[in-house]
């Protein structure tokens, strides 16, 4: 399978997040090493040379590199990463931070403008804008060219988040991602919704040894593919 093989499977791809303010390589390394070893497809690591140069190295997933700004993340790709991802915005929501339509599309224009050939861009789309925010950006950043969507859920809408996926899935034909909140338990509510992957984050992040990540994750894999129904593959 090449990088981007998962596109083809008849259910969503699973990445595995360490986290956007993770530096750490020491922590980072469990996590990636237990997203390969269960069978994942992909994780999405923090913008940093030392982590991008280790998976790289060590691992066979596809790489996705977050970051918050188009310097950053071009730097990224010029590192190496599979995908650079504008978003994953939680510390900046932490922080009490918010981040506009209109800014999310000018830097996705930026990056989209200054990637090297072969390399994807990824853009979350922030949940904290209005459902038509949400979904009239979905249509021009596919317009612009970028390759993946990621949809929040926040903590307290679930629900909100369930239905702004089936309808950014409905209008966009570049994959969507859904990422937020998954855990083993609710995972199909999440596959229910027709969206081509899935972003996995402190379900396993927050474990404390590799072991149970990759137990935990491989719990979730077989879920998804006891749930997920076939779908149609997806180019980029």
């Known amino acids: 399978m090449t990088k981007f093989g998962f ?31 269960a069978g994942a497809h992909a994780v999405d ?19 996705f590199a977050s970051g918050l700004t188009p310097a950053v993340l071009i ?15 939680d510390a900046l929501y932490a922080a009490g931070g918010t981040i506009s339509a209109e800014t999310v ?12 050939s072969g390399v994807k861009i990824s853009v979350t789309i922030p949940g904290k804008l209005t459902v038509k ?5 979905a249509t021009q950043l596919q317009a612009i060219g970028v390759h993946f ?10 629900e909100q988040a369930m239905g702004i996926a089936k309808a950014v899935v409905g209008i966009v034909e570049i994959p969507v991602i859904l990422a937020g909140g998954i855990t083993l338990d609710n995972i199909a509510t999440f596959v229910e919704t027709g969206v081509k992957g899935l972003g996995i984050g402190n379900a396993i992040s927050s474990l404390t040894s590799e072991k149970a990540m990759t137990e935990t994750l491989r719990a ?5 593919a006891e749930v997920a129904k076939p779908s149609a593959a997806v180019g980029i």
């Open 75 to 89: 730097e990224a790709a010029l590192l190496g990463a599979d995908v650079v991802e504008l978003g994953n915005f």
């Open 7 to 37: 596109l083809n499977l008849s259910r969503p791809f699973v990445k595995v997040i360490s986290g956007l303010a993770n530096h750490d390589l020491s922590k980072v390394i469990p996590v990636v090493v237990a997203a390969a070893e």
């Open 105 to 116: 599309l000018n830097q996705a224009r930026e990056i989209v403008a200054g990637l090297p």
């Open 149 to 158: 969507l990621q949809l929040e859920v926040l903590p307290g809408f679930v």
């Open 133 to 137: 925010e949400q979904l009239d950006l």
């Open 45 to 63: 690591v923090a913008a940093d040379a030392e982590i991008i140069r280790w998976v790289k190295d060590n691992s066979p997933l596809a790489v």
């Open 220 to 224: 979730m894999l077989v879920k998804v």
